[in-house]
C-alpha cells in the first residue's frame, strides 16, 4: 500500500509535465516510421484523413478492443475511488498509482497498435464526436464550477443545484469517456496538430488519475488544462490555414469564455480581473481592425457555442438527477454535510 502522506500530489505535477513533454517527444520519434503509410486526400471539413483507404477487421477490432478496455479498466478506477477511497488526501492513494501505470500501459499500447494497425477509432465514426467530446468536458466544467465561480462576471446561472450536484458526483465518468474515446479516435502520428493534441491528452489522462487529491482540485492546475483548449485550436489553425486563417475566432474565442466566466474562479483582484478584460479587448481590437471589423462576429462563436451547450446539458442531466436523488433518498443515504458540500464547492 502507498502511504497517504509519502507521495504529495502537487509534486507529481511539477514532474508530470516534463513527463508528458517526454511522453509527446516519443511519439513524434516511434511516429517517424509512419510517413510512409498511403493515405486519401484531403476531403473536407468533415474529413479525417489519417485511418487507412482499405481498413480491415483487424484494423478495426485492434482500435476498439483497446479503447474499450482502456474505458472499462478507467471507470473500474473511478467506481472503485468513490465507493472505496472517498476521502480526499494531499498524497497519492494506491489507487491513484495504479490509475497512472493503467494509462501509462494503455499509451503504450495505443502506440503499439498503431505502430501494426494504424487506424484509430476515426475509421468508424465522425471527427464532429471527437470534436464534441472536448467541447462537452469543458461545458461539463462550466456546469460544475458554476456555484463557486459563477458563469458571468462571477454571478452564478440560475441551475438547479440537484443538477450541479449530479454532475459532480458523476463526472469522472463522462470526463474519462471523453478524454479516452478522444486519445484512441486519432493513431498515434506525427503532426504537429496531433503531437499538440497528444501533450493535452496526456494532461488530462494524468488529472484524471488524480481523483481525490488535493492536486486535482488546485485551481490553477485546472484553469491552465481548460486554458490549454485556447492554445491547441489557436495552433491547429494557424498550422492548417496559415497566420490569415481562422486562428483568432479559437484564441478569442476561447479568452473570451475565460474573461466572461473562467477568470472569477482564481482569487483574483477587480484591478487584475479588468486589466485582463482590457488585454482581451486591446488584443482582439488589434487583430480585428486589421482583419476587418466585418468579421467580429467570429468572436461569439466559441462563447455562445459553449454557453448554449450548458443549457441544453442541464436540461439533459435534470431528470437524471432528479432520478439519481430520489433513488438515494429511497435507500435512505443521508443528505451532504455541510463539510461535504465544500469541498464539492472547491472541485
Do not use: C
Not at 517526454?22 to 479525417?48: E, F, I, K, M
Not at 460544475?144 to 454571478?155: D, F, S, T, V
Amino acid at each position: 500500500m502507498v502511504d497517504d502522506t509519502a507521495v504529495r500530489s502537487e509534486r507529481v505535477l511539477l514532474w508530470g509535465v516534463p513527463a508528458v513533454a517526454l511522453l509527446t517527444g516519443l511519439v513524434w520519434l516511434l511516429g517517424q516510421g509512419l510517413t510512409s503509410v498511403a493515405l486519401l486526400p484531403d476531403q473536407g471539413a468533415a474529413w479525417y484523413e489519417w485511418k487507412l483507404p482499405e481498413p480491415t477487421t483487424w484494423t478495426r477490432l485492434s482500435a476498439w478492443t483497446g479503447y474499450a478496455a482502456h474505458q472499462i479498466v478507467s471507470w473500474g478506477l473511478i467506481y472503485y475511488a468513490q465507493t472505496r477511497a472517498r476521502q480526499w488526501t494531499r498524497g497519492l492513494k494506491t489507487v491513484n498509482v495504479v490509475a497512472i501505470g493503467a494509462n501509462l500501459g494503455f499509451i503504450a499500447l495505443h502506440e503499439i497498435q498503431t505502430q501494426v494497425f494504424y487506424d484509430g477509432l476515426a475509421q468508424d465514426v465522425s471527427i464532429f464526436s471527437s470534436q464534441g467530446s472536448v467541447v462537452l468536458l469543458l461545458v461539463a466544467v462550466l456546469l460544475m464550477e458554476n456555484r463557486r465561480r459563477g458563469l458571468i462576471a462571477g454571478k452564478p446561472a440560475p441551475i438547479p443545484a440537484v443538477v450541479i450536484d449530479f454532475a459532480r458526483r458523476y463526472h469522472g465518468y463522462l470526463f474519462s469517456w471523453a478524454i479516452i474515446y478522444t486519445f484512441w479516435y486519432h493513431p498515434m502520428v506525427t503532426t504537429s496538430g496531433h503531437l499538440i493534441g497528444f501533450f493535452y491528452m496526456f494532461l488530462l489522462l494524468l488529472q484524471s488519475s488524480l481523483f481525490f487529491t488535493t492536486a486535482h482540485t488546485n485551481r490553477w492546475w485546472t484553469i491552465s488544462l481548460e486554458l490549454m483548449v485556447a492554445v491547441h485550436g489557436t495552433l491547429v489553425a494557424v498550422m492548417n490555414s496559415g497566420p490569415d486563417g481562422a486562428w483568432p475566432r479559437f484564441l478569442f474565442g476561447f479568452l473570451a469564455v475565460f474573461v466572461i466566466t473562467q477568470m472569477h474562479g482564481l482569487g483574483l483582484s477587480a484591478r487584475t480581473r479588468w486589466l485582463l478584460l482590457a488585454a482581451w479587448l486591446a488584443g482582439a481590437t488589434l487583430v480585428y481592425w486589421h482583419r476587418g471589423l466585418g468579421h467580429l462576429h467570429e468572436l461569439l462563436r466559441v462563447p455562445m457555442a459553449e454557453y448554449l451547450v450548458l443549457g441544453v446539458l442541464v436540461l439533459l442531466l435534470w431528470p437524471f438527477a432528479l432520478l439519481a436523488r430520489a433513488v438515494r433518498n429511497r435507500r435512505g443515504n443521508a443528505p451532504a454535510t455541510t463539510s461535504e458540500n465544500a469541498r464539492q464547492d472547491a472541485i
